[in-house]
């Protein structure tokens, strides 16, 4: 397969503390790679470093052959590369479609004014969800009305709409029912069938080996292990997220 993106030995300062002090792996294309650790472990900032929200004190970020360490999260995303946040970003007040094009809105002019075309974006949103196997009831109501699945759904069709190559999960399954979680994890597979690389963080030990393709578990900033779900248990990864092997 092919990599898409490697982090190199990335590092982060705040202050007098390292929060990441020496993190390194690939993804390769339909690959989902687990960043897994308990609170504090240093997932949150490498995902950041990696997005454009962090700067590395030190270490480098290629993907698909583009140095992307330092860069800004507007020219990340125009890489190719997504993060969806456990708040989603999306904007309860608006129907999916506006959600799918937020900030890069759809307009047509009528008499030499300019105004949003939300027909426009919604049939694209309801032709990106039904790609990706999901119905929404009424394409015209608020998200706040949706279920969390669905939410879910909407913020991980935006990233495929706007042709991520790479897209990064942040707890997609936190705070949700087991048969929506399993609806996210459907999602996931058909990301990777599309060739899509997921970088999914997680401390959950179901959705780790459920949506696992390789595990890089991390501890104190550092990287603790790396596995394939078929080479090790619940208890090694529980043992590498409480530090046991550093």
């Avoid at 300062?13 to 687990?34: L, M, Q």
């Avoid at 860069?71 to 190719?80: H, I, T, Y």
């Amino acid at each position: 397969m092919t990599v898409l993106l490697e982090a190199r030995h990335l590092k982060k300062r705040f202050g007098g503390n390292e929060a990441v002090s020496d993190v390194s792996f690939a993804v390769h294309e339909g690959e989902c790679v687990v960043i897994a650790g308990d609170n504090g472990a240093g997932k949150s900032t490498v995902i950041k470093m990696i997005s454009g929200v962090y700067t590395p004190t030190s270490g480098d970020v290629q993907f698909d052959g583009q140095r992307l360490t330092g860069k800004p999260p507007e020219a990340v995303r125009s890489a190719g590369i997504e993060t969806i946040y456990q708040d989603l970003a999306l904007a309860d007040n608006l129907d999916p479609g506006l959600n799918l094009y937020l900030g890069r809105e759809k307009t047509r002019r009528i008499l030499g004014l300019s105004f949003l075309d939300r027909a426009a974006m919604r049939n694209s949103a309801i032709e990106v969800l039904k790609g990706l196997g999901i119905v929404i009831p009424d394409p015209s109501a608020p998200v706040r009305e949706l279920s969390g699945g669905q939410r879910q759904a909407i913020a991980i069709a935006r990233a495929v709409h706007w042709q991520a190559r790479l897209v990064i999960m942040d707890e997609p399954t936190a705070a949700l029912g087991v048969p929506e979680q399993r609806q996210v994890m459907a999602l996931i597979e058909r990301l990777k069938s599309k060739g899509v690389g997921i970088i999914l963080i997680s401390h959950n030990l179901p959705d780790i080996f459920a949506a696992a393709d390789r595990i890089v578990v991390l501890a104190r900033g550092k990287v603790a292990g790396e596995r394939r779900p078929s080479e090790t248990s619940d208890e090694e990864i529980v043992r590498m997220m409480m530090g046991a092997t550093l």
